[in-house]
């Protein structure tokens, strides 16, 4: 349709299933190769094995660096991996070109916290003439209303990562997500697929505002998911010590609103 927002995501997930369809068919990575293998003895360690850190390893080690990436968690891909459900982008995809990038002599240490189990000093003194710290943003705002820390109450990136890592979540019936941007469209999506009966989003202001992907928005709407724009939650209910509910007023909204 003319003057409506391209569907980003959909392209971008349509050339890479299309790519891998034809590399499986030829049998052909998609990267670009060959490549210098470890040609200098520049040692390079980033931090982070997400889709900053990834990438600039594959870059130095194209240009003859020798390149370690420290991963705290259990799997490399970032947010790919750990925040974005499967049904959006399949694990499968990102594993393989994770694996082409190790092809290419780069080396993940996973489970390795930098400034837990070694520090940046440590790095120096084994070497590493060069840092690039790529840890992305990994820590859950807070909304600072009463009863933010009951039982049943669980930050959008924790909720997601647990889900993704195959950890077992509880959501009960009716679940309740705050926010409007691809975290909480993704948890909500998400939610109904956990076997939520009714998933309500929670969005202070309107549709347009909404800085999540629109196709996303749409197709959770499609799903069952019901979004109550112009809502601010005010307070998490509690019953017996856990979360019974989210008392809730209505707003307008103010043209003078840049926050
Ligand atoms: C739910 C969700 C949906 C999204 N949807 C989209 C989308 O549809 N389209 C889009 O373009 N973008 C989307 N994004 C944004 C996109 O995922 C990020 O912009 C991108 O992942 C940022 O890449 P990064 O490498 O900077 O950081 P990250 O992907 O966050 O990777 C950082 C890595 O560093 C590791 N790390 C952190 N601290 C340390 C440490 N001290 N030591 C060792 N390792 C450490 C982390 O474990 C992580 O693996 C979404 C994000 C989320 C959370």
Known sequence: KV????????????????QMKKDAESNLSTLSS???????????AIIGAGPAGLTCAYELTKL????????????????????IPDYRLPKELVEKEIREIEEQGVKINLNT???????????????????????????????????????GVIDGLSFLKRVNLGKKVE????????????????????SIRLGAEKAYLIYRRTKEEMPAI????????????KILYLTLPTKIMEKNGKVSGVKCIPLVLDGMDTG
């Open 3 to 18: 003057d409506e927002p391209i569907a980003i995501n959909a392209l971008k997930r349509f050339v890479a299933d299309w």
């Open 64 to 83: 003859g660096y020798k390149v370690t990436v420290f991963e705290s968690s259990s799997k490399a891909g970032g947010m790919l991996t750990l925040g």
């Open 113 to 151: 916290t930098i400034g837990k189990d070694l520090t940046l000093d440590d790095l120096e003194e084994i070497g590493y003439e060069a840092i690039f710290i790529a840890i992305g943003a990994h820590r859950s705002k807070k909304l600072n209303i009463p009863g933010e820390s009951l039982e």
């Open 171 to 190: 959501i009960g019936k009716r679940v309740a997500i705050i926010g409007g941007g691809n975290t909480a469209v993704d948890a909500a999506r998400s």
């Open 214 to 225: 629109l196709e996303e928005i749409e197709k959770a709407e499609e799903e069952g998911v």
């Open 34 to 44: 060959p490549l210098p293998m470890n040609s200098s003895q520049f040692k390079v």
